[in-house]
């Protein structure tokens, strides 16, 4: 599919700038000749208008809205509203962007389910499951080395208090 897309591109740019090269260059494509491509439209809205006759061509531009092209196709219940502007810039981004984001959603969300499966069978346990086995297990450490910390601090506070109430005994004798 991505061959014939790359192929159409090819094919329509040599055609638009009327330079065969875009048929063989290696991508990415270089940039169209704004000249050449210009008088390619020209010359072919020009051919249009040569070979259609004038009561079965429409030239149109949306600015015009739906009136012209209710008229042309004879259409009498011609919509009111505004005539839709989906070609916009921010129309264009928003498009072009889902186009990338929403694959990628589902390439990672399939990805992690197959990560998560894996583990699953592997383990014999959710990830969830595992990673709350591995937290309990880390507050247990560090609970233990803190009360063994706090066992030594009063350990030494016993033995320093021990000192001190000799030194006590000594200086009343």
Request: with cysteine; net charge positive; aromatic share 10%.
């Amino acid at each position: 599919h991505a061959e014939q897309i790359n192929r159409y591109y090819r094919w329509l740019f040599s055609r638009i700038n009327n330079d065969n090269s875009y048929l063989s260059v290696p991508l990415p494509l270089p940039d169209q000749n704004k000249e050449r491509a210009i008088a390619s439209y020209e010359e072919h809205s020009r051919r249009v208008r040569e070979i259609i006759p004038p009561e079965r061509l429409l030239e149109y531009n949306v600015k015009q809205g739906w009136d012209p092209l209710c008229n042309f196709l004879e259409i009498s219940d011609c919509p009111t509203s505004s005539f839709p502007r989906t070609n916009s810039a921010r129309s264009v981004q928003v498009q072009t962007i889902s186009a990338m984001i929403i694959p990628i959603a589902v390439v990672t969300f399939l990805l992690f389910y197959a990560f998560a499966c894996l583990f699953r069978r592997q383990t014999g346990q959710t990830i969830v499951q595992w990673s709350n086995t591995q937290w309990l297990e880390m507050m247990q450490k560090y609970s233990k080395k803190k009360q063994v910390s706090n066992e030594g601090r009063a350990v030494e506070k016993k033995k320093h208090m021990g000192e001190r109430r000799g030194r006590k005994s000594r200086k009343e004798a």
